[in-house]
């Protein structure tokens, strides 16, 4: 299964990936993104997210 992946040492916490995935990430209590855990992730959203990241700090990873 191909999970979505937040390198926080690259991230700049501009939201981008909450605003157009906010049934996929979201800021966590510690302020930074984090995924949220589910069965099956929207590759199109996904997909969206990683491709308007600044910081390609968003990727795919196989689990």
């Known amino acids: 299964?191909?999970?979505?992946?937040?390198d926080?040492?690259?991230c700049t916490m501009c939201m981008g990936c909450?605003?157009?995935?906010p049934d996929?990430?979201?800021?966590n209590d510690m302020g930074q993104i984090a995924v949220?855990?589910?069965d099956r992730y929207p590759e199109?959203?996904?997909?969206?997210?990683?491709k308007y990241c600044p910081e390609d700090a968003i990727m795919w990873e196989e689990t």
């Open 36 to 38: 949220l855990p589910m």
């Open 8 to 10: 926080i040492g690259l």
């Open 44 to 50: 199109a959203a996904v997909d969206e997210a990683i």
């Open 1 to 6: 299964m191909r999970v979505p992946y937040v």
């Open 18 to 21: 909450v605003e157009l995935a």
């Open 24 to 27: 996929v990430f979201h800021a």
